[in-house]
C-alpha cells in the first residue's frame, strides 16, 4: 500500500487527496489499514 501512496505522491496528488485517502483508511475496518492510514498521515505533517 506504501507503493500506491508513494506513486500518488510521485504524480502529483495534492495533500488534500492524499488526506481524503487516508481519511478513508482510517475509518476501514481492521488494524493494519487503521495503523497504515495514521503513519502515512505522520508522514504528511512532517513535510
Given amino acids: ?3 500506491h501512496f508513494a506513486a ?3 504524480h502529483g496528488a ?3 487527496e492524499l488526506r481524503e485517502a ?4 482510517a475509518i476501514a ?3 493494519r489499514a487503521k495503523n497504515f492510514a ?3 498521515l505522520a ?3 512532517k513535510e
Fill in 38 to 40: 495514521l503513519d502515512m
Fill in 43 to 45: 508522514e504528511i505533517e
Fill in 8 to 10: 500518488a505522491k510521485s
Fill in 14 to 16: 495534492t495533500d488534500a
Fill in 1 to 3: 500500500m506504501k507503493k
Fill in 29 to 31: 475496518p481492521g488494524g
Fill in 22 to 25: 487516508i481519511a478513508y483508511g
